[in-house]
């Protein structure tokens, strides 16, 4: 059995690799960490756990917590991961990362981004970034994997084999995002108390969210040439999922068979990308619940653009199920193993 | 492998069992019902379902289907399963309906409340009515399960103990239920399309809804005399979830622990039942996507009445997650086999 | 103009009563109070009020505010208003308190349900129960108007000219209540927020909410006699609307059509009072934005109960709304003066 | 008093417009139009309006209508308005056509994109696009006005100015426009029913939506010059509200008060258009009920691209709201006259 430990057990992100870490039939969770709620049973915070988890939570002593676990996740605010991480750490036990810490090779775009200051930036040229289906190899050797972020995880992988493969102007590329309110966290804060989400919607963060430089360096590396992006985040109400739509001009006349063609060599083995049918638009709903992104596309020859379809359920594959997928890559286990979960509809 | 066939497989209640059929290692669906879309692929029904399932939808023939399976769900329409049902098929193969054609005894009852005429009542007898944890030893002996409805799993269960020990006067007993949308089917009326029930409640079928008969009949086996209810249905701007609020006189002075202790005699080696702590109200969205029932009450003693809450996932503990229990029972498996999902928050 | 003040302008029960006083041609807010929001520009807050309303947040100092305005809305938390209410302020202005602390006439009653000590009991005995339909001719010669709960108003309108007219049991009364997530308010807590809220139900504060006490003397009050109820609130996914489902015992056999007529004696020429057509259940989306209570009653010959069924919009005849109505009595206006909203579908 | 006559009443820009105009001090509605409700009562099929409108349903005999009413208003399917259009009738009363038949001047575009024959090309030519903000002129000398679609209405308002004064390559002009679910209209289909909708969201009409040639067309007539867009409606799980989130590459560098003063320019006097100020997203919440655009944009240096946004509520600004508007240009009323609804929140 894998010893997993978890720090920032009891936000969203945390709960729900706590769902998947309970089905997943090797592993034992050995540390609920969660700062806010020291000592409080588990179950009292998600009561969805009763009889189900019964620990209580701890305190976020990754230290001690190395000693204990095989792997650590931490699902915490930016910052914290850097602020905590050491050689000796990283000796004894595998980290998967949620936050950004890690995930953008050039510190300097980190602290103007995330305004913070990076406190172990010693780390970040020998963490993976996460994106399994992208740095599958590199993963599996790796001792510090940096967690794709949720909007990243969609926008990159719907855009990913044209982006590789030369089909697009990579000056064009647009990401229209939409996100549901899990994503917000599970911080009281007015905007996002029910009254407040339901029965509306609005862009934020406009020209300025953080997953932006995260979008452009992976997309950068695909394209070979510097990628700078339009990503523009809205929040929707509902629980779960993300749908990004992307717009780019084609570099030449293409067909559909061309682009299936260019998609499939891709993603056609992949366990957890499905590339729908022509005509069929991706819908978070039927994702809920799962690890899985679909993915379609649709070329519009009026204008010469091809607009990409993603959705993924931010929680999953965009958080706790791709954390989980990293897991089996590091452990040598079977890439779905505890994740076949079958989305949940309606 | 159990061989299962199921017929009604595009409603609701029949996604779910394919849900979690699919999920479940010792079955192999074989047979997708639906009249409605015959040859049509299963997944382009539910998209959820791409890659996952590959079968077309087949007609309803239940002969034909009795051949090929260890066991038949049908999830149909009233009537359907009583007009097609026969010795020959039931020498053959298990039945588990989960519409109400074998749910009460009295036929003239079922007749009267549900407007058609019975055309198998001679096996009526024979049927066992499935709820789980009241009838279990009868159900594994049963040829013909009668699949509980989904305000009555809740409505049972939930006053279920403290009927069987006379603690409360059944002449009192109103049950105050509200259920998610998905309860009312996937079929196009305009009282189903999302503006008309999104930010809205009402109550319906008030003093005549078909599910109360039901709750009647097997409440009055618990309590041993005749039992007549109020029973009123609401419908909730939600897919899934049902809690039935419930109020009765209490027939003489008690504490807490007393009910309490009444609970866990008959639920607290229950894997599916759980008894809340003091003070904490069942919250629908707590057993979500599980086969769970969340139990608690609440004495006032100013009144001298108990309020008792119950809440499920209608579509699984009462619909699919209950026929997959039935299942597992008629066949000798762990009764939890397959029906293990832990719930999903938010 | 009457020239109004508001404290408390930014809850959401403010916030409506900004929108509904913006619309009302005899009324001027000169006084939008917000402690929280101090000097910030109203429309800051609300941003839907941009371009509609210019002014900036006050303090909540009642004395210079009685100097300015003809008439001061309390919108407060339980206490405020009693702790700063004086004989010069009523000597001055009339008070609508929208807030419980004068609605109950036994304060010992107030004490214990909010647990909290009164500061002005002496003005208690003055104040006015603010439910128009039913004080309509004391809350005219008022100055101090104590605005009713909105379970309360839903509540006790549905079931009152029954109360009235002896036919129901009063021993026998159950209300089973239903609110939209506005009726919490717009403090920023974990379980208001929209992922906790959203695709769930629960009830609360089962056998103790502090709207009991309030329901069971004006039922009281109209039944003549000591009226002890149970009375359980739940939460709905929705912004807006309460529907309250009430359950009693017949004292005698009646028709349809008796009850009928005892509803039209009461309510026939009230302006915001409908009795639906038989079998039409109320919901709440058919109020929405407006002051109507929309009410309706099934008799259930199988258990001699009657169900009656009230639905109000929380926001507007469960506060704003009905406190403009008072105001409208206190002014002589007519009473339906700004507010003749027609509700809003969907 | 002027009379209307509506054709399409029980839909819902139908239902929308009977709610705007029951509360216009200067209209009395004649006809409530509706083929499926002929002689049912309006309030039985829109139970808002119990006793608040007593007519029932007529059906679509415009030419009698024409004899009675002083201005229709058709909110019907595409191709009824065209097919039923006469010299005569037009010689009689004014028409506020809601559906799509005389917007596009192309007689061949509207074919092609609409898939039917236009039966009454002859008045193309005479029609009035009635955005009113750009037409207010034209509007006012009209018979026959062509309303604005939804989506078209919010993206070519929150464009106009800019594509007017050239400053963006309308080129580059990409449309992200997201709709709630009362755009989808009354008809009763499972694309619509609320299982389907709610928690999901997705793209549809992907490169293919009717409303691009409108959009393409006005935003030509404003640049001078061809325009071809790319437009991308969404479906949220909302009852009403667009967003259209919009970008377009500066054609040379601009300041943000170089911008606003563009908007301003055109904007500033105008009652329904709010230019939000510097950083604040439009939220479709804060113009629900109303008839207000709220309007914002963001300049990004890094990509040269401005993002602009826009909100409405589609069955206000967006259908009944801006049919009443032209309505009122039409027969020289106040443009705001019964147009003044506060929007609602929450």
């Given at each position: 059995?894998?010893?997993?430990?978890?720090?920032?057990?009891?936000?969203?992100?945390?709960?729900?690799?706590?769902?998947?870490?309970?089905?997943?039939?090797?592993?034992?969770?050995?540390?609920?960490?969660?700062?806010?709620?020291?000592?409080?049973?588990?179950?009292?915070?998600?009561?969805?756990?009763?009889?189900?988890?019964?620990?209580?939570?701890?305190?976020?002593?990754?230290?001690?917590?190395?000693?204990?676990?095989?792997?650590?996740?931490?699902?915490?605010?930016?910052?914290?991961?850097?602020?905590?991480?050491?050689?000796?750490?990283?000796?004894?036990?595998?980290?998967?990362?949620?936050?950004?810490?890690?995930?953008i090779k050039d510190?300097?775009v980190?602290?103007?981004?995330?305004?913070?200051?990076?406190?172990?930036?010693?780390?970040?040229?020998?963490?993976?970034?996460?994106l399994?289906?992208v740095?599958?190899?590199?993963?599996?050797?790796?001792?510090?994997?940096?967690?794709?972020?949720?909007y990243t995880?969609c926008s990159i992988l719907t855009a990913y084999p044209l982006a590789k493969e030369g089909l697009i102007d990579m000056n064009t590329l647009i990401v229209d995002a939409?996100?549901?309110?899990?994503?917000?966290?599970?911080?009281?804060?007015?905007?996002?108390?029910?009254?407040?989400?339901?029965?509306?919607?609005?862009?934020?963060?406009?020209a300025?969210?953080?997953h932006t430089p995260e979008i452009e360096e992976q997309l950068g590396y695909a394209a070979k040439e510097e990628v700078v992006v339009n990503f523009t985040?809205?929040?929707?109400?509902?629980?779960?999922?993300?749908?990004a739509t992307e717009y780019a001009s084609l570099k030449e006349k293409v067909?559909?068979?061309?682009v299936?063609?260019v998609y499939?060599?891709y993603?056609?083995?992949?366990?957890?990308?499905?590339?729908?049918?022509?005509?069929?638009?991706?819908?978070?709903?039927?994702?809920?619940?799962?690890?899985?992104?679909?993915i379609?596309f649709?070329i519009d020859?009026?204008t010469n653009r091809i607009i990409m379809m993603g959705?993924?359920?931010?929680?999953?594959?965009?958080?706790?199920?791709?954390?989980?997928?990293?897991?089996?890559?590091?452990?040598?286990?079977?890439?779905?193993?505890?994740?076949?979960?079958?989305?949940?509809?309606?």
């Amino acid at each position: 059995m894998i010893r997993a430990g978890i720090i920032g057990a009891t936000g969203y992100a945390g709960g729900e690799l706590v769902r998947i870490l309970t089905g997943h039939k090797d592993v034992k969770v050995v540390w609920y960490g969660s700062r806010s709620y020291i000592d409080k049973r588990y179950a009292d915070v998600y009561q969805n756990m009763f009889r189900i988890v019964d620990a209580r939570c701890m305190d976020d002593n990754m230290e001690e917590l190395a000693e204990q676990a095989d792997v650590i996740f931490t699902a915490t605010p930016q910052g914290f991961c850097a602020s905590m991480m050491t050689e000796e750490i990283l000796g004894k036990t595998k980290i998967i990362d949620l936050s950004a810490d890690y995930r953008i090779k050039d510190v300097k775009v980190y602290e103007e981004w995330y305004g913070i200051t990076h406190k172990s930036p010693q780390f970040i040229e020998e963490a993976v970034y996460g994106l399994c289906e992208v740095n599958r190899e590199e993963i599996k050797k790796a001792r510090l994997v940096a967690n794709p972020g949720c909007y990243t995880t969609c926008s990159i992988l719907t855009a990913y084999p044209l982006a590789k493969e030369g089909l697009i102007d990579m000056n064009t590329l647009i990401v229209d995002a939409k996100s549901g309110t899990s994503g917000a966290g599970r911080g009281a804060k007015v905007p996002n108390i029910y009254c407040e989400v339901n029965e509306n919607i609005k862009a934020y963060a406009v020209a300025s969210h953080r997953h932006t430089p995260e979008i452009e360096e992976q997309l950068g590396y695909a394209a070979k040439e510097e990628v700078v992006v339009n990503f523009t985040p809205h929040l929707i109400p509902m629980n779960r999922g993300i749908l990004a739509t992307e717009y780019a001009s084609l570099k030449e006349k293409v067909t559909y068979d061309e682009v299936k063609a260019v998609y499939d060599k891709y993603y056609k083995d992949e366990s957890f990308i499905r590339v729908l049918e022509e005509g069929v638009c991706p819908e978070t709903k039927w994702v809920e619940g799962s690890n899985y992104v679909d993915i379609n596309f649709k070329i519009d020859p009026r204008t010469n653009r091809i607009i990409m379809m993603g959705a993924i359920d931010n929680l999953v594959k965009g958080a706790a199920g791709q954390a989980v997928q990293n897991m089996n890559l590091l452990f040598g286990l079977p890439e779905e193993e505890g994740l076949r979960m079958v989305p949940m509809f309606p």
